[in-house]
């Protein structure tokens, strides 16, 4: 059984379902495809509180991260879209520094390299005192931001 989250004050825990659709080729021929989908459910109630517009997520972990998405309160979005606003502005400011850290990454990954939070970390780490010292952020937060 999938591990059980608590968000905004309750208790969830994603179930998977069968879900079913028949895929019809127009010559007569229909087929029935059963597919695994997962819901969240109030742990104590058992109470469906998203199925993703009844379709159903493809994994437990993403029907976590959609149900903590949706359970936001106002004061949690208000922040995350200030904090947005404040990196944006502030990698504008330091454009030829995020220019050059850009060009670096298209090179590893076109090489075959793939780009951790750790190497985007130390390449952070080596980075002016100027551009680190007016950071809006943490550096954890810089990369959940940069890698969207």
């Known amino acids: 059984m999938p591990e059980k989250q608590k ?3 309750r208790k969830v825990r994603a179930v998977s379902v069968k879900k079913r659709r028949d895929e019809d080729y127009g010559d007569g021929f229909v087929e029935h495809i059963s597919e ?3 819901v ?3 742990d104590e109630t058992g109470e469906v509180l998203d199925n ?3 379709y159903g997520y493809k994994s437990a972990q993403n029907a976590y991260r959609g149900w903590n998405y949706k359970s936001k309160s106002k004061k949690q979005q208000k922040h995350i879209k200030n904090t947005r606003k404040k990196i ?4 504008e400011e330091h454009a030829d520094f995020f220019d050059g850290l850009e ?3 298209f090179h590893a990954e076109k090489a075959g390299y793939d780009i951790t939070k750790q ?4 390449l952070m780490d080596a980075a002016p ?3 680190l010292k007016t950071m809006p952020c943490t550096k954890n937060e810089l990369w959940k931001f940069w890698r969207k």
């Not at 190497?119 to 130390?122: A, G, L, M, N, S």
């Open 52 to 54: 993703a517009q009844g």
């Open 88 to 91: 944006r502005a502030w990698m």
């Open 129 to 131: 005192d100027d551009v």
């Open 103 to 105: 060009n670096d990454v």
């Open 7 to 9: 968000a905004s004050g």
């Open 36 to 38: 695994t989908r997962f």
């Open 119 to 122: 190497d985007f970390i130390e």
């Open 40 to 42: 969240i459910v109030d």
